[in-house]
């Protein structure tokens, strides 16, 4: 409620969730927060040098209409670059559908961190008057799991786990996510989150010390 934004946002991915419905009409403010909140409108970001970034891709659920709008609440949308939005997070995001496509099952946890970024209209540490933080990076996990429906017993200490952290900068439109790959012990430090935790501690310990190399 104070920063406006979702401290974090996780889904599934895996091909059943795909399909071809045409992506929503527009952006919505959530109606499930309590009334006692600031409600973030999609206006609220209009004129800020700054695009409506989805954290859960529109097209990562698109086998129907209810869930592809679901991706469209202001809950599931950060204040991102559009250099970021459209260069090195959707290359990620390409990836990500493209493994999801082969048939692997991948979990997934995006988020901000810091305050202040730089959009097209220059440095800002707010926007919609006040309302809504700009985050000074946006970060993601992405772990892989071979084969769905596994869960946890599906992994091990070769599970591909892939973390960035991407600068909420204009000017990285061509960088590609591999520029920006970190540790989720990284991650853990910047964010005080204990990401992973029903993953057995040794495990947890392996995987999260593993910079993604493929
Ligand atoms: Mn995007
Ligand atoms: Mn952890």
């Not at 920063?3 to 929503?24: F, I």
């Not at 009334?35 to 097209?59: A, C």
């Not at 946890?152 to 790959?181: E, H």
Request: net charge neutral; proline share 5%.
């Amino acid at each position: 409620n104070s920063k406006g934004t979702a401290n974090w946002v996780s889904w599934q991915l895996k091909r059943s969730w795909l399909g071809s419905v045409d992506r929503c009409g527009g952006f919505s403010p959530d109606s499930a927060l309590p009334s006692n909140f600031n409600i973030v409108r999609p206006n609220d970001y209009s004129g800020s040098g700054f695009s409506r970034g989805h954290m859960t891709r529109s097209g990562d659920r698109s086998n129907n209409q209810t869930d592809n709008c679901a991706t469209f609440l202001m809950t599931n949308i950060l204040p991102q670059t559009q250099d970021q939005n459209g260069g090195p997070w959707l290359e990620l995001e390409d990836l990500s559908r493209d493994l999801a496509q082969q048939g692997k099952e991948l979990y997934i946890i995006a988020g901000p961190a810091g305050e202040g970024g730089t959009g097209t209209k220059g440095f800002a540490e707010k926007i919609g008057k006040g309302k809504v933080t700009v985050p000074a990076s946006l970060w993601k996990i992405v772990v892989v799991l071979d084969k769905p429906r596994l869960r946890l017993k599906g992994m091990t200490d070769k599970t591909r786990v892939i973390a960035v952290d991407m600068p909420n900068i204009t000017g990285i439109q061509k960088k590609s996510y591999k520029d920006y790959l970190t540790t989720v012990d990284e991650l853990e430090k910047l964010t005080g989150y204990d990401f992973l935790s029903d993953v057995p501690e040794v495990l947890q310990a392996a995987l999260e010390a593993k910079k993604d190399d493929q």
